[in-house]
């Protein structure tokens, strides 16, 4: 009987990689109770996945392939406090900040599935609010290098690229966190007037009800955290 139904299962199926690609693409499984917003921002994070890792590819490609030293990140990014020379202290302050505003994240969205409107706003205001000092940091960062003289073709610690990759890279991933703090802050403000219960019509509001926007919210925002472990490991460890 088993037998039966596996022989007619394929009975209608084209042999060899037509048949294979034909499968491929009549599964319905992994998106059938997916929503559009949520597939859709899935496949953009995929796509932006793509865009960091050549930022990253080519940063690498260009500090191996230099003659010209490059520069100590640990001795570029340090900070004098209180007369001590201290190593890479604000960026591991950044790196705290981002990480834990995952956790004010992940909260939020889990008070969203329980339709607790006060906590959800309340957690997201959080997140937007660590996501702002991070990038207030990073301005503050951005600044200091370009005071020391640090330009995009240019770099009086040695390789000229390191001016380059550092803005490029940096800068990128601080739009993304600076986009994420304005949608965190605009979707908070219709969770706590409680657009999602009444279903009242604007952009991103979904069936009533449904807080879902809170978790696509979270995707992107923890997709930036994840993002910022790997700048740190490879721009500034290395």
Known sequence: MAETTLANSGAGRAPGLQGIAADWASDQRAFKNVSWGKAMMWIFL?????IFSCFLLSYMTARMSTTV????PSEVFALEIAGHHIQLILIAIMTFVLISSSGTMAMAVNFGYRRDRAKTAVLMLVTAAFGATFVGMQAFEWTKLIMEGVRPWENP???AQ???SFFMITGFHGTHVTIGVIFLIAIARKVWRGDFDVERRGFFTSRKGRYEIVEITGLYWHFVDLVWVFIFAFFYLW
């Open 162 to 164: 390191f001016g380059s």
């Open 157 to 159: 610690w040695g390789a």
């Open 69 to 72: 030293p490059w520069p100590n």
């Open 46 to 50: 995929l796509s932006d996945t793509f």
